[in-house]
Nanobody
């Protein structure tokens, strides 16, 4: 079993930055792909970014150049650095983990709220 706990959300103004953390425990951290997703109010959950076991990253177009995903194996933590935030980034942000060979994410955190005011 894998447990994921997000932190770092909050209320910020447009143009500000936030760093979200996803602490992963329970199994070998290095064997899991970790992704960040978000669910804006009244909308479906959407992919934001992911990082593989080898450190390769992938981003949705809307955050490219503003968000950076990284992983710290010593701390079993994945970060999402979010810069130049705008109100459209307002959402509950969730992290998730999957084995490299699986297509779907198996484990999910509870989420952290990010609210960006204009």
């Amino acid at each position: 079993q894998v447990q994921l706990v997000e932190s770092g959300g909050g209320l910020v103004q447009a143009g500000d930055s936030l760093r979200l953390s996803c602490a992963v425990s329970g199994r070998t951290f290095s064997s899991y792909v970790v992704g960040w997703f978000r669910q804006p109010p009244g909308k479906q959950r959407e992919f934001v970014a992911s990082i593989t076991t080898g450190g390769s990253t992938n981003y949705v177009d809307s955050v490219m150049g503003r968000f950076t995903i990284s992983r710290d194996s010593a701390k079993n933590t994945v970060y999402l650095q979010m810069n130049s935030l705008n109100p459209e980034d307002t959402a509950v942000y969730l992290c998730a983990a999957r084995k490299e060979f699986r297509a779907t994410y198996e484990y999910w955190g509870q989420g952290t709220q990010v609210t960006v005011s204009s």
